[in-house]
Every structure is written in structure tokens, then in C-alpha cells.
């Protein structure tokens, strides 16, 4: 699937809260689209990374960017 095809599909936003062995792909507090698919495990998500390709990651490493607005999110 080409990127912006991928980034047509993504429906919402996530911010990075921990980048634990994933430091190169992901920055702390870095905004990133949610890809929908509806394939994954639970607990996965599927975004769109710094290197501009959508991966899976574990969901427990982003909060939703309106949790974060709200001031929802505790770290």
C-alpha cells in the first residue's frame, strides 16, 4: 500500500508516551496517524512512524491525542 494511500485511511491520532526499545521509530510526545486494521492483535495498534511507513506497535506505547488535550493522560 503506498504511503499516501495509508494516510487517506488513517481516522485518528495518537501521541508516542513511551518509545522503549523503539527509539529510532518513535520520538517521545511525537504525533502519530492510526492506520485502521482490523487484522491485529489486541493490545497492537498500527501507525504511522518516523520513517514514514505504517508498523505495528504495542497500543500501551501511545495515549490518544485527546486524552492528552484533556488532560487525561497520567504518565
Known amino acids: ?5 495509508i ?10 508516551v513511551n518509545n522503549d526499545g523503539y ?4 520520538e517521545i510526545f511525537g504525533v502519530y ?3 485502521p ?3 491485529l492483535e489486541p493490545g497492537d495498534i498500527r501507525v504511522i512512524d518516523e520513517t ?6 504495542p497500543a500501551g506505547l501511545f495515549a490518544s491525542a485527546q ?3 484533556r488532560g ?4
Not at 1 to 5: G, I, N
Not at 23 to 26: A, G, K, P, Q, R
Open 1 to 5: 500500500m503506498k504511503a499516501l494511500e
Open 67 to 69: 486524552e492528552i488535550e
Open 23 to 26: 527509539e529510532i521509530d518513535l
Open 7 to 16: 494516510r487517506s485511511k488513517a481516522t485518528e491520532l495518537v501521541v508516542c
Open 52 to 57: 514514514g511507513e505504517d508498523y505495528i506497535y
Open 72 to 75: 487525561r493522560f497520567v504518565a
Open 37 to 39: 486494521d482490523d487484522s
Open 33 to 35: 496517524a492510526v492506520v
